[in-house]
């Protein structure tokens, strides 16, 4: 039964929710200048909750699947100096990993001590005061990663985290060294095992291609612990077997020519970091496969690039171009997620495809793109992901590294923009929808309870309802301010439609439905 609610019709044009677009949402208030190095974590308990994490101590959390965010800062007794890494273990705590410290000395003798890891049991909304993790005076610690694992064995459930450690960061003494380590929790994050060393060779000091850096790890379906990191030139992988207590021999598996470090126009400094996944769902069709991704300039601009293993890391395919254009631009800050319930593998990075200036590897007007794998990584297909692109300045740092997060085809990428040298941080609600053969299905969460039907002429915003329920309906611009209140109250099931105050400016809006469950779709308005 269809029910007609009166309050406001205006003259609009009706732009729908495209499978190939799907709606920008920001995260971060107008108000905020700087956030940047961006961690997104999703709750495998609750898949309405989200976290995000930038640096230096931002926290924002949502609650209707990324609809509407809240920001606050965490704190620590020791500082907390940035490096995000956010994680949803499988009982839904929320994990915090970050630097610690108050200040480059003088400020703070002990800056960069440790490695500190914060627990939340009620999705972000309080924090413990962590565990420490590294410690070993006056050396820096730098650049940790979590992972949990997923494996059918008796460590399923335990939390990994690797990092480097500096003997003094940006020190160009030939005595002071870089390395990487790793340690291990098995009580959920409350406590965290004695450091271990990883690397058979250290490097420098002066965070660079010769410094050992990007540390990762993922585990195997036999609880094996793989870990990979570059310098050099080279991507490295070393796995444990023992439970993390000892590691083997170091073995180069990739070439990454020109290093980790490189130049992007724009930024004011690049990486080509590696992350590895593994697929340890024994319902999957590629269950127990390892993947790694990184990128590089080997072609003169930065490409994404990918392997896979079916042997733990013994051998590996080819290196295959993720970014699946031939242009001669820039495409960089990849990071990857895998469903650990659908086994499939996206990829989300920075593009530059479709710009061409004087020399196009000098364009520096930047999309975002998410890529897609549903065949084990044996091919990719790409999808812009941004709305609109923007125009990055190279004396504004714009941080190291974005996010992706994906569960149960619900797929969260997380990146920074920044318009007029201000930063801010945005993500789209997508999800996978497609076959195993098509694209990314980018359609926002929950689409059939909320859309905009009519003409152009009298346009409506409807929403469905399948039971009782306490909805509120509000209008945002494309900075994430709220225009409007549309409509709040309690309904029965049925389909509704309402109107848009006919004193909101032309442009373009998001309409978000909150309740149970979240919705968005776009409109422009054109009187």
Request: net charge negative.
């Amino acid at each position: 039964m269809l029910r007609l609610v009166s309050f406001f019709i205006a003259l609009i044009l009706c732009v729908p929710v495209l499978r190939a677009q799907p709606v920008n949402i920001r995260i971060s208030e107008p108000s905020l200048r700087d956030p940047e190095e961006v961690s997104i974590a999703l709750n495998p308990k609750n898949l309405n909750q989200l976290a995000v994490g930038a640096n230096i101590s931002y926290l924002f959390t949502s609650s209707n699947a990324g609809a509407t965010w809240d920001m606050t800062h965490i704190d620590q007794p020791l500082g907390v100096w940035g490096d995000p890494c956010l994680m949803f273990d499988d009982s839904g705590i929320l994990y915090y990993e970050h630097l610690s410290g108050h200040g480059w000395p003088p400020v703070d003798t002990q800056f960069l001590w440790r490695i500190v890891v914060q627990r939340s049991s009620n999705a972000g909304r309080t924090f413990d005061n962590g565990a420490e993790i590294g410690f070993d005076p006056p050396t820096q610690q730098d650049k940790a990663w979590l992972a949990l694992d997923r494996s059918q064995t008796a460590s399923k459930g335990m939390l990994y985290t690797s990092w480097t450690e500096f003997d003094k960061y940006a020190s160009t003494l030939p005595l002071d060294s870089s390395r990487m380590y790793f340690s291990l929790s098995s009580d959920r994050g409350k406590n965290w095992s004695g450091r271990v060393r990883v690397d058979d060779t250290a490097g420098d000091c002066l965070d660079s291609s010769n410094t050992v850096e990007g540390i990762t790890t993922a585990a195997s379906p036999d609880g094996s612990i793989n870990i990979a990191w570059q310098a050099r030139q080279h991507i490295y992988f070393d796995r444990s077997t023992d439970g993390g207590r000892t590691f083997g021999k170091d073995r180069i598996i990739a070439e990454q020519p020109g290093g980790w470090n490189f130049d992007v126009p724009g930024i004011s400094r690049a990486n080509g970091f590696a992350m590895l996944a593994s697929d340890l769902n024994p319902q999957s069709p590629y269950y127990g496969r390892l993947y790694i991704m990184w990128s590089d300039q080997r072609r003169g601009v930065t490409d994404v690039y990918f392997m896979g293993s079916t042997n733990d890391g013994a051998t590996w395919s080819k290196e295959i171009r993720v970014n699946d254009d031939s242009s001669l631009n820039h495409h960089f800050f990849p990071s990857m997620a895998l469903d650990p319930v659908t086994g499939r593998i996206y990829i989300v990075f920075y593009d530059r495809r479709n710009y061409i200036g004087g020399q196009p590897w000098s364009v520096s007007m930047t999309d975002v793109y998410l890529a897609r794998s549903a065949d084990g990584g044996e091919s990719f297909t790409n999808e812009k992901i941004s709305e609109n692109a923007f125009e990055p300045f190279s004396k504004v740092f714009i941080g190291d590294y974005i996010g992706i997060t994906a569960y149960d085809r619900h797929v969260y990428p997380v990146w920074m923009r920044m318009d007029d040298s201000l930063l801010s941080v945005w993500t789209a609600q997508i999800v996978d929808t497609a076959s195993s053969a098509g694209v990314v299905g980018g359609i926002p969460a929950a689409q059939d309870r909320l859309w905009i039907t009519g003409d152009g002429l009298r346009p409506s915003v409807a929403f469905q309802l399948a039971d009782h329920e306490r909805v509120s309906i509000e209008l945002f611009d494309m900075l994430g301010r709220r225009v409007a209140s549309l409509l709040s109250g309690e309904y029965g099931a049925g389909e509704y439609r309402i109107g848009i105050p006919p004193d909101v400016p032309n442009g373009a809006y998001i309409v978000r439905l909150n309740g149970d469950k979240s919705a968005t779709a776009k409109v422009a308005l054109a009187r």
